[in-house]
C-alpha cells in the first residue's frame, strides 16, 4: 500500500487501524479531539495529538497526508471532512482501508435492524458446513484486523456487518455476497437527512459486478426500490412469505432449488422479525455455500443473541425480555410485532428520530414506562395508555413487577439509545436483567 495515513479518533476503529499500519510497517498520526484520550492512550499509537483547533492549522496538517481515516464516531460536521476536502486528500473508512488488504471472499451485510443477527447466523451456517467463516466489522473484530491477519490463509470467508458510516466512505468496497435486509429513519444525527442515510446503504451494491450476489429484502418497499437498479450481480429476494427465499403456506422455508429447508414448527422463534431474519441469513449462506441442512439445524437451534428480543425470566406467567439493543423506534416496532399485553419499557437517548410511530403499535401493549431523556416523547406518543415516567431501571422494573399480571410480556425495547444513562445497549440490558432478578429476590440491585 505505501500510504501515509492520518487516523481521526482513537476508540476501537483507531486502534484497530494504527496496528494493521504498524504491522505493514506505514507512516500514520492518530488525532483525538479528547486531551484526556490522548493522554492516556499513547502506549497504543506511534503518534497521537490532539486535534488543532484552528481550522488553517488542520488543513495544513492533513495536506501531509495521503489519506484520512475517520472512525464512525466522529460526525460527519466534523472540521476534519471540510479541511480534508480543501486540501484535496481522499477520505475513506476501516471498511475501504480494509477491503484494500483482503484477498479472501467477502460477504457484507447491512439493515437498520437485524444485521447482526443475520451476520451471526451465516458465520455460524457457513462454520457447521465445514468452511472457515470470521464475523467482523460492527460485530467481533475490525474488518481492517481480520482482513489483515487472514490475507494470506486460504479458505476463509469474511462475514461482516457493516453501517450506513463505513459505507459511506467506501469508494471501491465490493462484496461477492451483498444483502441489504431492510431501511427506517435512523443515525439522523450523523448523516444529514434521511436521503443521505439511505444512499449511504445503496453502495453495499454499488461495485458488485458479474458473478458476485446481491440480495434484498422482499418486504421492504425502501429496499426493493434501491434493488431495482441494481443490474450487474446475479439477484436475490427473501421475504416471510414472498421472495425467492421464503416461508410457504405449509409453514416450509424454502429457496430456489431446494426443497425443504427447514419447517417453522421445528424453530424456537417464530415472530415475523425472527422468520424474516432467519429467510435472510438462509439466502446469503446458500449462496455462499453452505448446506442445506447445516442451515436448517442452526435455525432450529436457534435461540436469539443477548439484548436482541431475549427473554431473561419467565415467572408467574410473566415473561420479561431484553430488547436493549433496539435503540430506534422502528426496531421497538418490530419487537412489538406479534405480541399481545406488552408492558412496554421505552426512552432513552433519542438520534433524532421520530417516537409517534409506535403510535400503531397501541394495540399490542397494556401499560408504558418511560425512561431517560425522551421519556416526554415516548408519553405524548400514548394519551389513551397508562403511562409511568421512571427515574432509573430498578424504578421501571419495580412498576412493571408490580402491575404485570399472569400472560403480560414486559419488554424493554427502547427506541433510543442508551448514552444518557449508560456508556451502552449492553450496559442498559445487563441492569435490566439484573433488576429483574432483584425485584424476584436473586439477586442485588
Not at 278 to 292: I, S
Not at 308 to 319: D, F, H, L, N, P
Not at 331 to 355: M, P, S, W, Y
Not at 387 to 410: G, I, P, R, W
Request: glycine share 8%; charged share 25%; net charge negative.
Amino acid at each position: 500500500m505505501g500510504e501515509s495515513t492520518l487516523i481521526m479518533g482513537s476508540s476501537v476503529t483507531g486502534r484497530a487501524v494504527s496496528q494493521v499500519l504498524d504491522s505493514l510497517g506505514e507512516t500514520y498520526l492518530v488525532l483525538d479531539d479528547n486531551e484526556t484520550f490522548v493522554a492516556e492512550r499513547k502506549e497504543y499509537f506511534r503518534d497521537i495529538r490532539l486535534t488543532p483547533v484552528n481550522e488553517s492549522e488542520l488543513k495544513v496538517l492533513v495536506d501531509k497526508f495521503d489519506r484520512v481515516v475517520v472512525s464512525p464516531g466522529v460526525p460527519i460536521s466534523h472540521p476534519i471532512f471540510e479541511a480534508s476536502f480543501k486540501a484535496g486528500v481522499e477520505i475513506v473508512s476501516e471498511i475501504e482501508l480494509g477491503f484494500g488488504i483482503a484477498n479472501n471472499p467477502i460477504i457484507a451485510i447491512t439493515g437498520t435492524n437485524g444485521k447482526t443477527t443475520i451476520t451471526s447466523l451465516v458465520t455460524e451456517m457457513l462454520v457447521k458446513s465445514g468452511i472457515a467463516a470470521k464475523s467482523c466489522g460492527n460485530i467481533g473484530d475490525a474488518f481492517v484486523t481480520v482482513a489483515f491477519e487472514n490475507r494470506f490463509v486460504e479458505g476463509v470467508v469474511l462475514v461482516v456487518e457493516v453501517s450506513s458510516f463505513q459505507l459511506k466512505l467506501t469508494k471501491s468496497f465490493r462484496p461477492n455476497v451483498a444483502l441489504w435486509c431492510n431501511f427506517s429513519e435512523d443515525h439522523l444525527d450523523w448523516h444529514p437527512n434521511i436521503e443521505d442515510y439511505f444512499m449511504s446503504k445503496t453502495k453495499i451494491w454499488e461495485n458488485q459486478s458479474q458473478g458476485d450476489i446481491a440480495i434484498a429484502n422482499f418486504d421492504d418497499v425502501s429496499v426493493m426500490k434501491a434493488f431495482e437498479k441494481v443490474t450487474s450481480p446475479t439477484k436475490f429476494t427473501y421475504g416471510v412469505s414472498s421472495g425467492d427465499y421464503c416461508f410457504s403456506n405449509d409453514g416450509v422455508l424454502q429457496g430456489p432449488n431446494y426443497g425443504e429447508i427447514v419447517s417453522i414448527r421445528t424453530l424456537k422463534r417464530k415472530f415475523p422479525t425472527d422468520l424474516s431474519n432467519f429467510a435472510a441469513a438462509t439466502a446469503v449462506a446458500l449462496n455462499a455455500g453452505a448446506k442445506a441442512e447445516s442451515i436448517s439445524e442452526v435455525l432450529s437451534s436457534f435461540e436469539g443473541l443477548k439484548h436482541r428480543v431475549e427473554v431473561v425470566k419467565e415467572a408467574s406467567g410473566v415473561t420479561w425480555i431484553d430488547d436493549s439493543k433496539a435503540t430506534t423506534p422502528v426496531a421497538t416496532l418490530a419487537a412489538l410485532d406479534g405480541r399481545e399485553h406488552v408492558i412496554l419499557i421505552a426512552g432513552g437517548k433519542n438520534k433524532g428520530l421520530d417516537f409517534n410511530v409506535l403510535r400503531s403499535a397501541k394495540d399490542s401493549i397494556d401499560c408504558v414506562i418511560a425512561i431517560g431523556e425522551s421519556g416526554n416523547e415516548v408519553k405524548s406518543c400514548f394519551p389513551d395508555k397508562e403511562v409511568y415516567e421512571a427515574s432509573s431501571m430498578l424504578d421501571a422494573v419495580k412498576y412493571a413487577y408490580n402491575v404485570a399480571k399472569d400472560s403480560n410480556t414486559v419488554l424493554l425495547s427502547p427506541g433510543g439509545a442508551s448514552f444518557d444513562w449508560y456508556d451502552n445497549y449492553k450496559e442498559r440490558g445487563d441492569d435490566f436483567r439484573k433488576c429483574v432478578e432483584m425485584v424476584y429476590g436473586s439477586a442485588s440491585c
